[in-house]
């Protein structure tokens, strides 16, 4: 039993944090600012970790039209038997790397810095940004590296990749799906996901994306439920 336990509490360490399980559009718009939410709850054979759930509360604002600091006013983890543990703060930046359309594809770049409560170490994340859209169809590609900071950081760079094709067929209404690749953790994912934006005379706007991704492999959660909501305005 204590056995079973141990490696659930290792499986558990492994999950994805909310941040992980989403696609970074390289875009950013001058003067636009945004409230965003993010959650997800997991599905998974083994009671350690079903019904682990993440959620994070941000605020964004886009000083020029290259760079959109972002900072995480909240971040939590709601695990079986442990009930909801804050996982820290983040302050997380998107630059633009060329005019919209310009080249083949648009490029980011994602630089964030994430702190981390109870002494646990700090990590800092970094990497390139994709997105090119062929008439009605999207695609966007992540390719993000993370490592430890400060006195307790291991040697080691964790690589993660994300992907995300949608159809806009209607503004409030795109299929698509995503797929995450976590070599790292030996965690594959991949699933539906419908986007959306509504918006207003004023020109503001609300996002949305929900769906589910399956785990490919056995490292990975059964399935994992998506909800990202996002207003943005000027």
């Given at each position: 039993?204590?056995?079973?336990?141990?490696?659930?509490?290792?499986?558990?360490?492994?999950?994805?944090?909310?941040?992980?399980?989403?696609?970074?559009?390289?875009?950013?718009?001058?003067?636009?600012?945004?409230?965003?939410?993010?959650?997800?709850?997991?599905?998974?054979?083994?009671?350690?970790?079903?019904?682990?759930?993440?959620?994070?509360?941000?605020?964004?604002?886009?000083?020029?039209?290259?760079?959109?600091?972002?900072?995480?006013?909240?971040?939590?983890?709601?695990?079986?038997?442990?009930?909801?543990?804050?996982?820290?703060?983040?302050?997380?930046?998107?630059?633009?790397?060329?005019?919209?359309?310009?080249?083949?594809?648009?490029?980011?770049?994602?630089?964030?810095?994430?702190?981390?409560?109870?002494?646990?170490?700090?990590?800092?994340?970094?990497?390139?940004?994709?997105?090119?859209?062929?008439?009605?169809?999207?695609?966007?590609?992540?390719?993000?590296?993370?490592?430890?900071?400060?006195?307790?950081?291991?040697?080691?760079?964790?690589?993660?990749?994300?992907?995300?094709?949608?159809?806009?067929?209607?503004?409030?209404?795109?299929?698509?799906?995503?797929?995450?690749?976590?070599?790292?953790?030996?965690?594959?994912?991949?699933?539906?996901?419908?986007?959306?934006?509504?918006?207003?005379?004023?020109?503001n706007e609300l996002e949305y994306s929900t769906g589910v991704v399956l785990g490919m492999n056995r490292d990975a959660p059964d399935a994992t439920w998506l909800l990202r909501m996002e207003y943005e305005f000027f």
């Amino acid at each position: 039993m204590t056995g079973v336990l141990f490696l659930g509490i290792l499986f558990a360490c492994s999950i994805a944090q909310a941040d992980d399980l989403v696609v970074y559009s390289p875009h950013v718009v001058q003067g636009q600012s945004e409230f965003e939410f993010r959650g997800d709850v997991i599905q998974d054979s083994s009671a350690a970790v079903n019904n682990t759930s993440n959620y994070q509360v941000s605020v964004a604002h886009a000083f020029n039209s290259w760079w959109r600091p972002e900072l995480y006013l909240a971040e939590y983890r709601h695990t079986p038997g442990a009930g909801q543990q804050s996982q820290g703060y983040e302050f997380e930046n998107v630059f633009q790397l060329a005019p919209t359309g310009e080249y083949w594809a648009d490029a980011g770049f994602l630089a964030s810095y994430h702190h981390a409560p109870g002494g646990q170490p700090d990590d800092v994340e970094f990497g390139p940004l994709f997105e090119r859209r062929d008439r009605r169809l999207v695609n966007v590609l992540n390719l993000i590296w993370e490592k430890q900071v400060g006195a307790a950081a291991t040697k080691e760079y964790a690589f993660r990749a994300a992907y995300s094709l949608r159809y806009q067929w209607k503004a409030a209404l795109q299929p698509g799906f995503e797929t995450y690749l976590r070599p790292h953790d030996h965690a594959y994912q991949a699933g539906p996901v419908v986007y959306g934006e509504i918006a207003s005379r004023e020109g503001n706007e609300l996002e949305y994306s929900t769906g589910v991704v399956l785990g490919m492999n056995r490292d990975a959660p059964d399935a994992t439920w998506l909800l990202r909501m996002e207003y943005e305005f000027f």
